[in-house]
């Protein structure tokens, strides 16, 4: 796994964020996340970089799956888009998002507006 960046401490870098509809739904009301849904954070080296670097993805699995972390699922695929580096339910990624525990692990984000096109991964390129 690719732990973030040591000067990394706020968080991630560029990047946009985007959301399926159950995350979208939860986000917007600020409730508890749906099993199913999926947040991927894109890390770009810089803002205008045309390819990221890699995505991090936050998957809510069904309850029972990660008590102690929501039942999140955290993982990092890949700049190419093409495969998974790392899944972990414990270790880096929740250690900082315990921070939001008791806003179900996800950070404030502004405004979500519904991403042109969704979600970037496209299921036959990567199976989360
Ligand atoms: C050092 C703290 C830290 C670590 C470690 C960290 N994150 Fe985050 N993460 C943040 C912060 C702060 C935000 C919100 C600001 C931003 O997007 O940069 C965020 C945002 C996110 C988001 C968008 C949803 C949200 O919570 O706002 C996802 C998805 C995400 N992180 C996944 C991961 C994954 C997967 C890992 C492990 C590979 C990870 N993060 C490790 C701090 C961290």
Redesign the pocket.
């Given at each position: 796994?690719?732990?973030?960046p040591k000067d990394?401490?706020?968080?991630?870098?560029y990047?946009v964020?985007y959301a399926n509809d159950s995350a979208r739904a939860a986000l917007a009301g600020r409730t508890t996340f749906p099993a199913g849904s999926v947040?991927?954070?894109e890390k770009l080296s810089a803002p205008d970089a045309a390819t990221p670097q890699l995505l991090?993805?936050?998957f809510k699995r069904a309850p029972g799956f990660n008590p102690k972390g929501g039942d999140w699922e955290?993982?990092?695929v890949d700049g190419s888009l093409k495969k998974i580096t790392?899944r972990?339910k414990k270790?880096?990624?929740l250690?900082?998002?315990s921070?939001?525990s008791e806003r179900d692990?996800?950070?404030?984000?502004p405004p979500v507006s519904p991403a042109p096109g969704g979600l970037r991964i496209a299921p036959a390129k990567v199976r989360l």
């Open positions: 796994m690719s732990a973030p990394n401490s706020e968080g991630h870098t990047g964020v947040i991927v954070r991090a993805v936050m955290f993982l990092t790392a972990q270790g880096s990624c250690g900082c998002h921070r939001q692990f996800v950070f404030t984000l």
